[in-house]
């Protein structure tokens, strides 16, 4: 009776192993469901992992380009503020420029005023000698008068910053002294100035013209 029931149970159920015509056994539908279930188990996790890493790389690029467009902002934000610093640097450059301009047209239109100032002190006291000379008995009043005049020149050019270049018993200076003669003497030492032929003048450092001198040579 036993028997009866196994054998009719497994005829009526499917998952019963049954032989084939060649006597082989064949897998059972409850292991081939289980098999088709593994594999789509596994296939759903290499497609899961699959979206995973497609995932990955894309938040990758993403972060990438993030960082790169944050990149590109900020050389464009400085390269911005580099061109208002230039911009700015040009104008004030070109505004000391014009300055510069003026200030010299200025200079070479009214830098003699002060030298001309004191110049006119010196031509009234020639104008007065002049009204003075037809009075003048004596050569000794003439002499005084011209003294006074010439004393009063070159102070008024000594206040201006004009320079009297010392020559005699100075050693020759080709910056201070032109050498016109050569002279033979054993009272100075030779290459030195010994005569001066004709005045030099200076302002500060600017030699305004040498002193023509005679230079002494054994």
Do not use: W
């Not at 004030?92 to 200025?106: G, H, L, M, P, T």
């Not at 004191?118 to 009234?124: C, G, P, R, S, T």
């Amino acid at each position: 009776m036993k028997n009866f029931f196994e054998n009719k149970l497994n005829k009526s159920n499917p998952f019963i192993n049954k032989k084939d015509k060649n006597g082989d056994n064949n897998k059972t539908m409850t292991e081939e469901f289980n098999e088709n279930e593994q594999n789509n188990i596994v296939e759903e996790t290499e497609n899961t992992e699959e979206t995973s890493e497609t995932a990955q790389t894309d938040a990758v690029v993403e972060e990438k380009e993030e960082a790169v467009d944050s990149e590109s902002e900020k050389l464009k934000q400085d390269l911005e503020n580099l061109n208002n610093q230039y911009l700015r640097l040009a104008a004030d450059f070109e505004n000391y420029r014009k300055r510069q301009a003026q200030e010299r047209e200025a200079l070479l239109k009214y830098g003699a005023e002060e030298c001309m100032k004191k110049l006119i002190e010196v031509v009234d006291n020639f104008d007065r000698a002049l009204g003075v000379v037809e009075k003048i008995d004596t050569v000794e009043k003439m002499k005084e008068t011209f003294f006074v005049l010439d004393k009063q020149l070159k102070e008024s050019l000594t206040k201006l910053g004009l320079e009297q270049i010392d020559c005699v018993g100075k050693p020759f200076d080709p910056n201070m002294h032109e050498a016109v003669m050569q002279t033979q003497s054993d009272e100075y030492p030779e290459e030195t100035v010994i005569n001066e032929l004709q005045k030099g003048y200076k302002m500060g450092d600017k030699v305004l013209r040498p002193a023509m001198v005679s230079v002494s040579v054994k």
